[in-house]
């Protein structure tokens, strides 16, 4: 009797164990089921950031390579605006030069008659150093050359160059006694200085 009643007994313990562990299974499986839903929560935002991001980068990619290219086109163009801007200076000044050496073709013609003439020591030598003298003049007009006024003029080292100094009472001492190389103004500017002689003071003579 003994024994058959701790047989019951051992069951009905094995049963209530069973049956315990049974209870808790669930509970323990719906904690780890919460737990998973919180980290899967979390990790679908980040994957969403995460795509967020890389969708902005690969617009500001395509952005930063469209400023690249149009870089590049501007550049090309700057080139060929630089090149064709170079060539067209380059033509006017050649074709500049080309009206200016045209305007003293007439000059050297007559330079070319006054050697004739002084080979065959002819008397129209004075005619044609004339002529050369008219169309220079003409020349300079043209191109808005003219000769310096400077004689009895005041000193200026803006538009003379003087090399010596002499006393003489023709003249207000600082003012210009001779001219020895003329000077020549460009449009109202300096295109070669005045060489000239200045005046100075003239010593009086001492009882």
């Given amino acids: 009797m ?11 313990e094995s049963k209530d164990t069973q049956n315990a562990s049974k209870q808790e299974e669930p509970e323990k499986s719906g904690d780890k089921k919460e737990g998973e839903d919180i980290v899967d929560e979390k990790t ?15 617009e500001k990619k395509k952005k930063a390579e469209q ?4 870089i590049l086109s501007l550049k090309a163009e700057f080139e060929n605006y630089r090149k064709r801007t170079e060539k067209e ?25 006054a050697k004739d003439a002084i080979k065959r ?5 004075k005619e044609a150093v004339d002529l050369i003298f008219k169309e220079v003049s003409k020349i300079f007009s043209k191109f808005g ?8 003029r005041e000193f ?27 000077g020549y103004l460009f449009r109202e500017e300096v295109l070669k200085p005045a060489t000239v002689v200045v005046a100075e003071e003239k010593e009086k003579n001492k009882d």
């Fill in 2 to 12: 003994c024994e058959e009643k701790n047989k019951k007994e051992n069951e009905i």
């Fill in 89 to 113: 200076m380059e033509k006017m000044i050649i074709e500049e030069r080309k009206n200016i050496l045209k305007e003293f073709l007439p000059v050297m013609d007559g330079l070319l008659m």
């Fill in 156 to 182: 200026s080292p803006s538009f003379h160059h003087a090399v010596l100094k002499e006393k003489t009472e023709k003249v207000k001492p600082g003012h210009i006694a001779k001219v020895i190389s003329n």
């Fill in 44 to 58: 679908r935002e980040k994957i969403e950031e995460l795509k967020i991001l890389s969708q902005e980068l690969l």
């Fill in 145 to 152: 050359v003219k000769k310096m006024e400077c004689e009895g």
């Fill in 121 to 125: 020591k002819e008397q129209n030598i």
């Fill in 67 to 70: 400023y690249y290219e149009q």
